[in-house]
């Protein structure tokens, strides 16, 4: 049977089957083991070689693995001594724009791996562009986009508000199911054959208003993180402006700097 891919995750046509990349797979289990202390902050874990062969994969497929586990902040690499323990992430905080993949995943497929994801859509409509949006997008101020608002769910907990402006002239129809029940990011690759590639974005501090408590049954000046980004495909074509509102009690920013 063929089965059709979307970076960490295949899926097999016809079924909700999914089979996870290995290099997933890997990490997930490493992480259990330092979540359950297996491995404990601050000491030191196999090498990447002793670890292929316990996990029989390439160095190459490892070394993705533990990329991955850098990125999300569970490990740190001193140069000349090995892979360190740091101090791991509560199951419960989920990482922003970490930076882990080759690829913009979007919101479900990022988090798909550590929880359960799901959405509500609160509207969908087609509008010619606000200005603010048309001049991120570089168009006429005319020019349709879907205009879309959606809750978005981590185990049925509601974390995030999500305005989204995507061009109509790139994706003319957006069906409602795929906004409600499935991955927008998967549907645009499937509908242009293209892989969404790029993702500049803005990251704020604010305090959450009445526009979105009754959608987060949060209470009116919660801490928020806003995030404001321009999404473009592979071949440099942008289709999307967004906004998310996203709980500053559910996702942490980490960043990564490495001196001389």
């Known amino acids: 049977m063929p089965v059709t891919c979307y970076t960490d995750i295949c899926r097999f046509p016809g079924t909700n ?10 990490k997930n289990s490493i992480k259990e083991a330092i979540q359950q202390q297996h491995y404990l902050p601050g000491s030191k874990i196999p090498s990447e070689r002793e670890l ?29 001594k090995g892979m360190f323990v740091s101090g791991a992430i509560a199951d419960n905080v989920f990482l922003l724009n970490n930076g882990a993949s080759d ?12 929880a359960k994801i799901t959405s509500r859509l609160v509207s969908q409509n087609i509008i010619p562009a606000p200005a ?7 168009l006429a101020q005319d020019q349709p986009v879907h205009a879309i608002r959606r809750v978005r769910y981590i185990d049925n907990e509601p974390v995030l508000v999500e305005d989204s402006w995507v061009i109509c002239a790139v994706i003319a129809t957006i069906p409602d199911v795929v906004l409600d029940k499935g991955s927008l990011y998967e549907y645009i690759e499937r509908v ?28 009116p000046g919660t801490p928020m993180l806003k995030v404001t980004g321009i999404t473009k495909l592979d071949d440099g074509t942008p289709f999307n402006y967004s906004c998310s509102y996203n709980r500053a009690d559910k996702f942490k920013i980490k960043n990564n700097w490495v001196g001389n």
């Open 17 to 26: 089957q999914t089979m996870v990349a290995r290099y997933i797979e890997i």
């Open 52 to 80: 292929a062969t316990r996990y029989n994969v390439t160095r190459v497929t490892l070394q993705k693995a533990m990329h991955v586990l850098e990125q999300e902040g569970f490990i740190e690499r001193i140069h000349g």
């Open 132 to 138: 603010s949006v048309a001049q991120a997008l570089n």
């Open 192 to 219: 242009t054959a293209k892989k969404i590639k790029f993702y500049n974005s803005v990251i704020e501090a604010d305090l959450f208003d009445e526009t979105f408590t009754a959608l987060l049954s949060v209470a």
């Open 103 to 114: 690829s913009i995943l979007g919101f479900s497929r990022e988090f798909g791996q550590q």
